[in-house]
């Protein structure tokens, strides 16, 4: 298996732009989950889905995120409009539930805005 | 609500060295603990996990990891630290299927 696939590995914008980061999980894991990480607060989690439906996204930071899983083999996150202060990286985990805490893990998204 | 302590933000040992990373945590009930390693540029690689039973866990890479409930700590322990050891490394608790990670402790090897 490929593993979780994120791109792009690394994007640079400008503030105001839109950002989309795009996730494959891994075939047959029916959770999937979006982190962010920074120096200042560390990895933390933004929103989970289950069998493509979000479950909690008490982690998305304010309105200007959004995320959607249109099928199970794809995600997205989406930036609109970006700051300066959503410079992070992001990862993208999925989970076959079996068991339910095991999370593999993209290799991240290092987004720059500027 | 449940939260994860790495007390060392970097370490550095030299190779071939025994190694103790240490992880507290704050949780009501059973935790279920976890150790993930994060190479430079990579995603995270889960290590090992505690649900229950044995307090002593092994895991990848010659690593292990003691859970004691008395202390509140899951230390990760490796005997001998080889150079492609260096990396960042997080503990995490679940918490109604959420991960919740420490600030990560960054180990260095020297040669």
């Known amino acids: 298996d490929a593993g979780v696939i994120q791109s792009p590995r690394h994007e640079v914008t400008e503030m105001g732009q839109e950002v989309t980061l795009r996730c494959k999980p891994i075939s047959g894991h029916d959770y999937l989950f979006w982190y962010r990480q920074t120096m200042m607060r560390g990895l933390e989690l933004l929103i989970y889905?289950?069998?493509?439906?979000?479950?909690?996204d008490s982690g998305m930071p304010e309105d200007r995120f959004s995320a959607k899983m249109p099928n199970a083999s794809f995600s997205t996150l989406k930036i609109q409009p970006s700051e300066p202060r959503d410079s992070a990286v992001y990862f993208c985990?999925?989970?076959?539930?079996?068991?339910?805490?095991?999370?593999?893990f993209g290799p991240g998204t290092r987004l720059t805005v500027t | 609500a449940q939260s994860v302590t790495q007390p060392d933000i970097h370490i550095t040992v030299s190779e071939g060295a025994s190694l103790e990373l240490r992880c507290n945590y704050s949780y009501g009930a059973t935790p279920y603990l976890f150790w993930y390693v994060q190479s430079p540029g990579q995603g995270l690689q889960l290590l090992l996990k505690y649900f229950s039973g044995d307090t002593l866990v092994q895991g990848i890479k010659g690593f292990e990891a003691e859970f004691k409930r008395s202390q509140s700590s899951f230390n990760l322990r490796k005997p001998s630290v080889h150079w492609s050891d260096a990396a960042e490394y997080f503990c995490a608790v679940v918490s109604n299927y959420k991960l919740t990670f420490g600030k990560g402790t960054l180990l260095t090897v020297n040669p």
């Open positions: 889905f289950n069998n493509n439906v979000p479950i909690d």
């Open positions: 985990a999925s989970s076959s539930g079996r068991p339910l805490y095991e999370q593999y």
